[in-house]
């Protein structure tokens, strides 16, 4: 784990055994274990206590409460997380997957093991992160062009431009104003309305 020296682990697991192997296979890494709880604590409040870099969960058995909860929380304020259950669950591992959680069905811990699933989960967090961060950035690049097409075309209209003509006219008043063009288009587009009330 290329991070392990910097990351901060919240383990959650029920059985004191499974908890210890998995905090001293992480302490081996260099990561820092932030603290270790049971399933039934209030996650929440530990998060927030501990601020960890990551979370290390452990069941038994599929719990779908639980499951509910770390989804929720991970939308809320997304770390890479290791679900490690006990049982093979097709369709609560493809709900977690989903929801941004990366499930791993284990039967028996090993040091080795556990170091393998946090470097999995730490990447596919990673990866996952930057593909919605550029989702995210393609779609507020989509409604820039949607405004300027707008701004562009009230200006054709009005002002009788061509589209290169408004489209130079509002590069000139962005310009002029040190602002983004997209700024300016929805500058445009909002005293056109005021104007028509």
Do not use: W
């Not at 784990?1 to 192997?21: N, P, W």
């Not at 601020?51 to 290390?56: A, C, F, G, I, M």
């Amino acid at each position: 784990m290329e991070r392990a020296t910097t990351v901060r682990v919240l383990v959650v697991d029920d059985d004191a055994e499974r908890a210890t192997l998995i905090a001293d296979s992480l302490r081996e890494t260099g990561a820092m274990i932030a603290a270790v709880i049971g399933v039934d604590a209030d996650l929440r409040a530990a998060i927030q206590s501990h601020r960890p870099d990551l979370l290390v969960v452990d069941l038994a058995a599929p719990d779908p409460a639980c499951l509910d909860e770390l989804m929720a929380i991970n939308q809320e304020s997304p770390r890479p997380v290791a679900l490690l259950i006990g049982a093979e669950d097709r369709p609560l591992m493809a709900r977690a997957i989903r929801a941004g959680l990366s499930p791993y069905a284990v039967d028996g811990l090993s040091a080795t093991l556990v170091r393998s699933i946090v470097n999995n989960t730490v990447g596919h967090f990673d990866r996952h992160r930057a593909v919605s961060e550029a989702l995210e950035k393609s779609r507020a690049t989509l409604n820039d062009r949607k405004l300027i097409e707008r701004a562009k075309g009230l200006l054709m209209t009005h002002r009788d431009l061509s589209e290169d003509d408004a489209y130079k006219t509002l590069r000139k008043m962005a310009m002029e104003q040190n602002k983004r063009l997209a700024h300016v288009a929805e500058a445009v587009l909002n005293l056109a309305d005021l104007l028509k009330r």
